[in-house]
């Protein structure tokens, strides 16, 4: 009973649909479909048996929230405790889980590039290929090779049942403050799978055309809105997606095939840099847009898997999986430097068993593997010399995990993983023409992890815990950017974090919620210098709470919401005194989200939402940290009706029209960033499945 209890709370908080009805006393109570989740240890798991906060931002829910934005890391800024606001742009840039960097899977493949952090790896996936998303916040060995403030994994689409099932969707897009401009966004997206026998399929696609963005005065907003972190306006884009699976041995065994491949690119004459390379004034001036990038901005992107999974191998469950990825990023130029692009190629392996110990005292499970990945990374120039090396990185890690049930009151799950990497950085030369040579750095560490979960009653639980995580951070900016003269100088470079949690979940079936506080701990955090952009190293600390609930009010109206409270410090001249905050591009403003969710009748929905970002006044000399984030707060509505043989979906951005400046760019305090968010926007689609 407690563990279907946890599950409802962690489902509902995410806005994942379910059927209301009534109990034997009249109670209204909520059932949701069963979920489960991989990027807590590995294995699919019970979202409810979880001793970890984590959130699932179901297929549901995604189909709601790509009717006001197809970018995921916008969506984690709506449905996700913990998560930074919305950049309203291409990177992530500025977005942390937690105040830290995470790591971001596709079906468990590594998509972030923590040698050279481009800050693509959300944005770098189309949200029509998506089944669920998982996020567990805080740090995690399981997985490791970046993950310090917590895991993103992204579970792309799987076969349906049935010999042939078709989706198709068009839309399209509208600046409500600006209709006679160029704001048209189109869009379209189809899809087929299903099971013949053995064999099972899926093959989709789509494609957006975006137009010209607008603020709540009607005027342009530059196409790249974060300077040139990578913006959204006048870009086009297409994903592409495939899978192919046999099952056999009377469906024992199974192996799989998957592809996706993922392009963005964005042609403007309107970006926030004149075109003398002089940052413009005022960037709601349209005669001060421009652009003179040699290379068109993009994102392009290809992964593919091949996949192997016995269900019972003397009496062990076994998935291994093998993978290959190409990122290519493009940024826009800034004035007096080089147009760079970062280009990123992994390939790698994992395999991960699950062996029951069935021990008549105290029977557990143990959760161990092996992952292997190589990553060749590096930073060139389109325009000029390229200042940045080559590294190439080789790493290997081993891991176990325990899951250890304490009789009807609990449970614990504890574990280790250990984690050997080697990287190889070539000579080059850096942008003060220095030489700097090439070096090996390698690094062995041990990570651990200790979660647990208390059943106090059939309503509530306690959950918290300890973790840990490690990443090379950077470590080709921190090459670039210091006055090494060997690379293997920057041995020291890493991060390791230590992670605390403590949590407690209620759920009656018709009210649920949870409130959590949390610690990271780091010596050698990452932060960057405000005059220079030089990488910082320091001793820093950060802490808050995060709270989310909802209740079934009645059969037909649902309401919800969360609340992210934190606060980050850092050493600055590493005297053991926390002397500064962090900066705003790590630590966010409150920030509170609140949904209500209604159904009139059973062929029509509605959801209002709404998302508030609180005000910050940080004491801190870093890059983005020295100017004062005002308030600001974005109303969303959505709705959608069964017309015909599919279903008409319509939806307002900023229904109140809201002249704000989004989190980012306020913290970015420059000239050639500080854009608007967008007016209100209406858009309109029609989907039919059979």
Known sequence: ???????????????????????????????????????????????????????VVTEEELEVQRNLTRNVGDILATTTPGFSPSNEAQTDFGQTLRGRTFLTLVDGVPQSTPLRDGRRALNSVDPDSIERIEVVRGGTAAYGFGATGGLINIITKRPEDGTFNV????????????????????????EVSGRVGAVDYLAGGSYISRGAFFDADGLRIPADSTGIQGGLADSDSINVFGKLGYNFDEDRQRVQIGAFYYDFEQDSDFAAISNDGVPALDIRTPAAFGNFNPVDPSTENFNATLEYSHSDLFGSTVKAQGYYTDNDVVFGKFPGFSQTRIESEKIGGRV????????????????????????????????????????????????????????????????????????????????????????????????????????????????????????????????????????????????????????IRYGDGRFDGSLVGFLSKSDNGTTFQVDTLDIAKQPERIFGVEASGAVQVREDLRIGGTITWLRGRVDTDDDGDLDEDL????????????????????????????????????????????????????????????????????????????????????????????ARGPGITASLAYKVSF
């Open 583 to 674: 900066p705003s591009t790590r630590i966010s403003p409150l920030k509170i989200t609140g949904f209500a969710d209604y159904s009139p009748v059973p062929w029509a929905s509605t959801r209002l939402q709404v998302t508030h970002v609180g005000t910050r006044e940080p004491d801190s000399t870093a890059f983005g940290g020295t100017a004062d984030i005002d308030s600001y707060t974005v109303v969303d509505f959505f709705a959608t009706a069964d017309v015909g043989p599919g279903a008409v979906e319509f939806g307002i951005q900023n229904l109140l029209n809201n002249d704000y400046t989004p989190l980012i760019n306020q913290a970015f305090n420059l000239a050639f960033a500080n």
């Open 352 to 503: 991960t068993v699950n062996t029951p110990v069935p021990l008549k005292v105290l029977p557990f499970d143990i959760t161990w593997g092996i992952d292997i990945l190589h990553d060749e990374t590096e930073q060139t120039a389109t325009d000029g010399p390229t200042t940045s090396p080559l590294a190439e990185q080789f790493a290997i890690a081993g891991f176990a995990q325990f899951d250890v049930p304490i009789l009807t009151y609990g449970k614990i799950s504890a574990g280790v993983r250990h984690e050997a990497i080697n990287v190889d950085v070539s000579d080059f030369t850096n942008d003060v023409g220095v030489d700097v040579g090439g070096g090996e750095l390698t690094y062995s560490e041990t990570l651990f992890n200790v979660t647990g979960t208390v059943f106090v009653t059939e309503e509530i639980d306690i959950y918290g815990g300890f973790s840990q995580g490690f990443t090379v951070a950077d470590i080709v900016r921190s090459i670039t950017d210091g006055t090494f003269a060997n690379a293997s100088e920057a041995e020291s470079e890493a991060q390791r974090t230590n992670n605390f949690e403590l949590g």
């Open 167 to 190: 989706k198709a969707r068009t839309g399209i897009e509208l600046s409500l403050t600006n209709p006679v401009g160029d704001s048209l966004t189109y869009e379209g997206s189809g």
């Open 1 to 55: 009973m407690t563990r279907r209890i946890t599950f409802i709370v962690a489902a509902a908080a995410t806005g994942a649909t379910g059927a209301a009805a009534q109990d034997e006393d009249g109670e209204i109570v909520l059932t949701l479909p069963e979920i489960v989740v991989e990027a807590d240890n590995r294995i699919e798991t019970p979202l409810d048996e979880s001793t970890r906060s984590v959130t």
